[in-house]
């Protein structure tokens, strides 16, 4: 919250509902993509998998993410953050859909 610049306040404060609940549902669009690709891809183990999700995760979060920090002066540590959060979801998200398929 720091990098952001918010106050002390604002970071301890819940987020809305509907913040929440839009989460939820970027996480499930991101799990129907890597759902169809795995399958696509014919992936049936997990280390095939987390190798679709590092994938995944340099073509578009890390591209996005750098892209932010060089035109829209996004602090770096900020984005390594988004980066790795983009990261352990990705990966985790791969390894279920691998292991389950």
Same mark, same amino acid.
């Given at each position: 919250?720091e990098?952001?610049?918010? @106050? $002390?306040?604002?970071a =301890?404060?819940?987020? $809305?509902?509907w913040?929440?609940?839009?989460?939820? %549902?970027? @996480?499930?669009?991101?799990? &129907?993509?890597v759902t169809?690709l795995?399958?696509?891809?014919?992936?049936?183990?997990? =280390?095939?998998?987390?190798?679709? =999700?590092?994938s995944?995760?340099?073509?578009f $979060?890390?591209?996005?993410? %750098?892209? &932010?920090?060089?035109?829209?002066? %996004?602090p770096?540590?900020?984005?390594?953050?988004? #980066? #790795?959060?983009?990261?352990?979801?990705?990966?985790?998200? =791969?390894v279920?859909?691998? &292991?389950?398929q």
């Amino acid at each position: 919250m720091e990098l952001r610049g918010l @106050s $002390p306040e604002a970071a =301890a404060a819940r987020p $809305p509902a509907w913040k929440v609940v839009l989460e939820l %549902v970027r @996480s499930l669009v991101v799990a &129907s993509v890597v759902t169809g690709l795995a399958d696509l891809l014919e992936i049936t183990d997990w =280390a095939e998998a987390a190798t679709l =999700a590092v994938s995944l995760w340099v073509a578009f $979060p890390v591209v996005l993410l %750098v892209g &932010s920090v060089i035109w829209d002066d %996004v602090p770096p540590r900020l984005a390594a953050i988004h #980066g #790795g959060d983009w990261l352990l979801k990705l990966v985790l998200i =791969a390894v279920i859909v691998g &292991s389950w398929q």
